[in-house]
């Protein structure tokens, strides 16, 4: 079994999940007593928040790079990201290490293409869904990304940023969101991505008429394969 590296933080509530799903998963695999071989380093959100805000990318990449060459130094052989906002500066995590870093984009297309879907609606950060690091990603696996319209991007951040990084499941919360991928889903969306690590606290395979992609979920599964397989 390989060492995976996690960096976590962002926020602890998915961090959290990741480390709980990566053992669960390790266990069905190996049976027994077996659990995940790993490292979590995990940051301060707060900090890593500022850098979004501000718009200080670069020190946000340098931050983190720093904590994968920390990871590399402590013995992971593979390196996982638990937010997906972040793989916005992924290039400078992947230049500070010499072992494979799993990009939450890519094993979420390779999920998307084997259930033979074309288009699909994201849900994530302002950051994710409005800029291009993360569709561009998946649409260079020949899938169309469609986003919420803006008004409803407002609404998805900020239940992001002020409940679900804060612990805070709220029902009507989960209506909002609800509404937001039906909408989706009347402009042509075959599937949803829950581009946020968080957003799997809040909405699961049953809230929508399509199938739903666990970014969490499915960066879990790919790091366990990976740690296990090669």
Partial sequence: ???????????????????????????????????????????????????????????????????????????????????????????????????????????????IRANHLHTVGLLGTKYTMEQEFYKERIANSGIEVLIPEAAERDIINEIIFNELCLGEVNDTSKVKYRQVIQNLIDRGAQGIILGCTEIGLLIQGEDADVPVFDTAKIHVEAAVKKALDN
């Fill in 1 to 111: 079994m390989k060492t995976i590296g996690l960096i976590g933080g962002m926020s602890w509530e998915s961090s959290a999940e990741y480390y709980r799903m990566l053992n669960e998963q390790v266990k069905q695999r190996l049976g027994g007593l077996h659990s995940a071989e790993c490292l979590m380093y995990s940051v301060d959100f707060e900090e890593i928040e500022r850098f979004q805000s501000q718009g200080r990318w670069d020190e946000a990449g340098e931050r983190l790079a720093n904590v994968a060459r920390s990871l590399e130094k402590g013995g992971a052989e593979l390196i996982v990201l638990c937010t997906n906002t972040m793989h916005k500066v992924i290039s400078s995590i992947e230049e500070a290490v010499s072992v494979p870093v799993l990009h939450i984009a890519d094993a979420t297309a390779k999920e």
